[in-house]
């Protein structure tokens, strides 16, 4: 019966669905151990990164089922925000704002819908356990309902406010992103040296600047107070060129007087910089650049231009009217969208906030009552939120997303926000763009009520999730059973956004935090250690793996990721996963052979070698259980991975195999061992123990699948038989070796194996499993001082005889050849010679041989054991 992985693996995930392994039971009097699991963002296919997470996250899900935990492990979902809308547009050729915002949802629901699918096949071939019956995605109208009704909770606890405020803009998109959203790039540009006037003195003054078309905004020009170049222009006036507006000049320690020439201009706003000097100074907000990248009418000739078609257009103006002194190629960083790549601008606008730097202390003692693994991520999170300087922004201006549930006053800006009781009342969300408001004017001043049409950043939706889960505000008694989660798993990348909103939201809303524990993972990178990379050719498509190898070795690469660290995909370990599979599956043939019945350990059928096996066993299944319980996976997999192969297969397989069809103490061994071990790595290997367990156990153990059967507990510690039975593995591991180098076939018969032993009492307990395994005639135990040592025979020795020798070393092999060693030993006391050259000690090498009652044996040594065989 050979194993084909193909087969067997499909077989398996088919009864799984069928049988309904992985249900949640809302009936259950279990413990209930419930994971947060990150909702897959619906944009496209799993690529390896997200495959080996999601195998993480299973192999927590699998052990706690076994560990008899009801476990809550949803399928599910992300499904709003930009990186959908940016895939349709280019799927269809078409812009989000010239398509009807209707229509264009519904292609953005059926995209997503169709990567769902694929996913969810995705997600079954890789074997992950989630339970379809807790389904949730984040677009759904019961999902949206609910993320509507923590910004209404919010915002009654006045957490929420709308407010003109600089924002980071992206031009491409058309939509404010936040601090998270942004990603950071190097590029390169030019540093302008630009020539201002003073008025008072009608001197130069030479500015560097990277964005001369923000010259219309300039209302500022700083120099470090303590720069002796400058010192003389403090407090005079400094004239723009090309717009002529004249503003003062300043000393501020902020200005870094090695930068540029050491004078700065400040504009509003360029950058979050600026902003700090605009409240400092009391500067205006001006309006350089318009929601679409453009420069506005402020800019004169340049309005209508993009940045870019600006920028060009006034360095070739200042450098034709000599205001341009020269150009210096830099580095700069950059902020960009992280959908699209465009740098974002800093511009004025209407938004909506989370008041999140009143809750900064709040997160951070909540951080501290979560269990982190690893800890030292718990340190990122602390410093972004350190770092965080601004509210956030939780309006979009886009389409797919959840709606922002206001209606605002056109007379007096009044907000109405509909109850949470009208929420509650209703089967979906409400869309004000479409909605009647809930009241049906202003209550303040009557005026007409108008729906807000902006949308939520898509973290609204999925900082959520944990109430969602736990069915906050749609069954009380239900969320005071499942709040707190058990369990957030999440990368790294995802810290400072899905992991702090997360804490922030659910803290503020319910006072609690949101789960337990945390582990972050890190990401796979290419086979060459860099990140995966089309145009680099690195990409390994966990899919194509899979079809070759299968997915329990594709879950063994998974098994060898440390948490928290990035690791490369390694090919290889896909294969030792594939052999490991094979191990697995010919240990349970063999053992199922063996046994014929449910077998319990009864101490006193046992003999050394069972015993020693048990107690290593015993303490391998503790030492691993601990270890997954602080998701300490790879480390698990290491130590029974060491002992399958090296212990349990490599030894006390072979040193019973004389006897397991016929002796108790050996059948009860393999069963309970055998068992255990398959039970051990069936989270890691779903499939192969699936099929080892059906085919060998379940008549015996009686569960429906090995994934609810008992995760193994032995209490057995016999440290003597520990001692003892590493003994007995040595000294048949030393004959077998000697079988292998001699060319004897393992299971040829040897005459009488004689040993003399500082451990007589493994010797006398292994005894009759040393003789079955190593097919002896018998098995004596002798004592060591009946065995002589002689030398039988010299050889040359080449490094030292050679060079003495040279051309006469053949003479000195034909003599030592004809020459009994007891006469060449007398000849070197004498001292002899050859071709006239002395043969003296070192050119010679004494073969020793020990004998026993005078007969000549072959001889292998252990630590505490000589061997004798002949
Ligand atoms: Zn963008
Ligand atoms: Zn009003």
Redesign the pocket.
Known sequence: MSYDIKKVEAKWQEFWEKEGVYHFDFNSDKPVYSIDNPPRYASGRLHIGHAVHYTHIDFIARYRRMRGYNVFFPLCFDVNG?PIE?NVEKKYGIRMRETDRHEFVKLCEEFAGANIGEMTRQYRILGESMDPTIYYQTDAPYYRRITQMTFVEMFNKGLVYKAEHPVNW????G?A?ADAEIEYAERKTYLNYVRFRVKETGEDLIIATTRPELLCTCQLVAVHPEDERYAALVGKTAVVPIYGQEVKIVADEAVDPEFGTGAVMICSVGDKGDLEWIYKYGLKFIKGIDEEGRMTEIAGKYAGMTVEEAKRAIVEDLEREGLLIKREEIEQTVG???????P?EFIQKEQWFIRIMDLKDEVRRAADEIRWFPEFMKKRLEDWIDSLQWDWVVSRQRYFATPIPVWECAECGHVVVPSIEQLKAMDGHVDPTVDPPPVPSCPKCGGGLKGCEDVFDTWVDSSISPLYNTFWMRDDEKFRWLYPMSLRPQAHDIIRTWAFYTILRCKAITGEIPWRDIFIDGFILGPDGRPMHASWGNVVDPLEIIDKYGADPFRYFATQCTLGEDTAFRYKDVVRGQRLVTKIWNIGRFVGGVIDARMEIKPEKLRLADRWILSKYARVLKEVTELLDGYRYDRAVKILENFLWREFADHYIEMVKHRAAHDEGAKMTLYTVALGLIKCFAPFLPHVTEEVYQSFFREHEGAKSIHISEWPSLEFADREAERLGEEVKEVIAAIRRWKAEKGIALNAPIGTVRIATSMPEAIEGGLDDIKGTVHAESVEIIEAREIEERVVEYRPNFSVAGPALRGSMRKLVEFLESTPPDEVERALEEGFAIDGVAVTREMLVPVRRKTYRGMEMEALETEHSLILIG
């Open positions: 930009m940016v992206c031009p491409r998109c939509t992103i960009t969208c992280w959908r699209c790549h465009t974002i």
